[in-house]
């Protein structure tokens, strides 16, 4: 299947800084990327919806000013939590829509801990 | 996207057919069923899909009800790397395209 890579796999930040994380389809154009967040023994939970080159859908309670949602090309997404806080340690995943609109793909997916 | 219902947890051992049940009775006319797995502190993984036709490929079999409001997959011979959680996903396809919603699965643990 096609290849969605995440960048990078686990980080470590200090409680009031901002941290990126990229998401790239390796070997087709993604028209549209996800954004998803999965806390301890739970299931992923969708926050936002990106489209290339326009702004990003974000889920109801998810701040769009903190959580900020770039996709500037058809094979990159970064999302960057800013002034992040110990509640926003989480597992942080991607996916992008396939090149046949049929499945999605997922990265492996960030690990944040916010210390 | 029409609500799923899955088992909360199976048991297989090494080498046996794993089948993991799935309820969606409310599903419409043009929503597929998506299989997707997670294992441990991974993203989810594609495994298979359909509409009512039975399908297969090289990771499981999905078979679907004929009143399509019920499937099973089947991983023909489990193995320790197919523990995982599993979710079953009923979505649009195609131009309708809907974003994955995903519920709590099962969570099915392969013992030697």
């Known amino acids: 299947g096609a290849v969605v890579s995440q960048h990078p796999s686990w980080v470590i930040c200090k409680s009031g800084t901002s941290v990126k994380i990229e998401c790239r389809s390796l070997?087709?154009?993604?028209?549209?990327m996800f954004w998803y967040r999965q806390f301890p023994k739970q299931s992923l939970m969708l926050m936002a919806t990106s489209n290339e080159g326009s702004k990003a859908t974000y889920e109801q309670g998810v701040e769009k000013d903190k959580f900020l949602i770039n996709h500037a090309s058809l094979t990159l997404s970064t999302l960057t939590v800013t002034s992040a806080h110990p509640e926003d340690s989480s597992f942080y995943i991607c996916?992008?829509?396939?090149?046949?609109?049929?499945?999605?793909?997922f990265g492996q997916g960030t690990r944040l801990t916010v210390v | 996207d029409a609500k799923t219902t899955q088992p909360t947890s199976m048991d297989c051992a090494e080498g046996r057919a794993a089948n993991l049940p799935c309820n969606h009775s409310t599903i419409s006319g043009n929503e597929y069923v998506y299989w997707y797995r997670q294992i441990h502190s991974q993203g989810p993984q594609y495994i298979i899909h359909?509409?009512?036709n039975n399908e297969t490929n090289e990771m499981a079999s999905l078979i679907i009800t004929e009143d399509r409001k019920s499937s099973t997959l089947i991983l023909p011979h489990a193995t320790l790397r197919d523990t995982a959680v599993y979710y079953c996903?009923?979505?649009?396809f195609g131009s309708g395209y809907s974003t994955l919603t995903f519920g709590k699965g099962t969570m099915l643990l392969v013992s030697p």
């Open positions: 996903i009923v979505r649009l």
């Open positions: 359909g509409l009512k």
């Open positions: 996916s992008a829509r396939g090149p046949m609109n049929t499945e999605a793909f």
């Open positions: 070997d087709f154009q993604a028209t549209t």
